[in-house]
């Protein structure tokens, strides 16, 4: 519709060849897209990132023996031979999971322990900011598979600080600035969260919905049909209470969050 610029959209196979492509904005999932149709294309295909961002392709890719080649910020692979198919445990996700971790951090007397989670370090940035606000967290690699580092982080309640978050942290945690945003909201002093534009073009504009939502903290708070920022501001207002129209919203990507969130407090 309109020429292909709304959905839903219609995709016509048809022989792929090799591209070079940079990416305008830091974007782990439009690289692996590339790649991934680089292993059926003719010729090489190359992506380059502005900035390093999630690799969790890169190391799959490695561990299938796929064509890679990764020189700095460039990514390159070309058609690949058939290769056999493998049984893969994959980590629990350290997005999901950053969302108990700052309820704990926030929630006077609270402890909680994630278990069998990803470490991958282009994922979780959001623990160093996190540290360098205060934080009491602990966390430690103990296994992996395909490459993926896997372990447990333990959360405890802790006065937090507002801080100045490094930029080149934020495309290791772009995904994770919903749930920071809601741990700033508990902490004392300013925080500042620089370069969020690939925010603006998420499942809603994620900067206005983060500062509409911090305004109306303690009150009622609107998902904007936005996952993260549905789960986000229920830990936000986790400690006091808050309302989430339209929870459901939570289901896109971790079905079950408000029973397991409850879950924490008992069920109340």
Known sequence: REGGKRAPLAVRGASLRGI?????????????ALLLAGLFAEGVT??????????????????????????????RTRRADPFPAQDLVVPGDFSSAAFFLVAALITPGSEVVVEGVGLNPTRTGLLQVLASMGADLEWRVLEGEAGEPV???????????????DPALIPLMVDEVPILAAAAAWAEGETFIPNLSELRVKESDRVAAIAHNLRALGVEVEPFHDHRIAMAFAVAGFPVGVRVWEPGWAEISYPGFFRDLLGLCGGS
């Open 151 to 165: 372990g447990y982080i333990r959360a405890r309640y802790s006065p937090l600080k507002g801080v100045s978050v």
């Open 20 to 32: 070079r492509y940079t990416l305008p904005v830091p974007s782990a999932q439009v690289k692996s």
């Open 46 to 75: 190359e992506v380059e990132e502005p900035v390093p961002t999630r690799d969790h392709t890169e190391r799959l890719f490695r561990h299938f023996g796929l064509p890679l080649g990764v020189e700095g910020n460039r990514i």
